[in-house]
């Protein structure tokens, strides 16, 4: 599977954004899927992850009510929709992919990643 993130940007705070990952192969529907972001000088963290139906989501504590994480599997794409975007969500946003969405909550091994797209948020 090869993941491809788009959509990242220059915003304001408090604008929004609205990133993509389109995968490639046809495993793509029994894949938990997930982002991950890394600030300069930091971990790398899950932001948010939704199982392979999308009857099951994460958010990280700090983006809960501001984003929204979602999938179509017709256009094996995952999307991430992001409001009230703050300085401190400045990061390189990766997508990734696994068979099993727990180890999105729990800090297991992701098989999939794709290449990061630059999100950066002015003050």
């Known amino acids: 599977v090869q993941l491809q993130a788009s959509g990242g940007g220059l915003v304001q705070a408090g604008g929004s954004l609205r990133l993509s990952c389109e995968a490639s192969g046809r495993i793509f529907n029994n894949l938990a899927m997930g982002w991950f972001r890394q600030a300069p000088g930091q971990e790398r963290e899950v932001v948010a992850a939704i199982s392979w139906t999308g009857s099951s989501k994460y958010y990280a504590d700090s983006v809960k009510g501001r984003f929204t994480i979602s999938r179509d599997n017709a256009k094996n794409t995952m999307y991430l929709q992001m409001n009230t975007l703050k300085p401190e969500d400045t990061a390189v946003y990766f997508c990734?992919?696994?068979?099993?969405?727990?180890?999105?909550?729990?800090?297991?091994?992701?098989?999939?990643w794709g290449k990061g797209t630059l999100v950066t948020v002015s003050s």
């Open positions: 990734a992919g696994d068979p099993v969405y727990v180890d999105f909550v729990r800090g297991g091994g992701i098989n999939y």
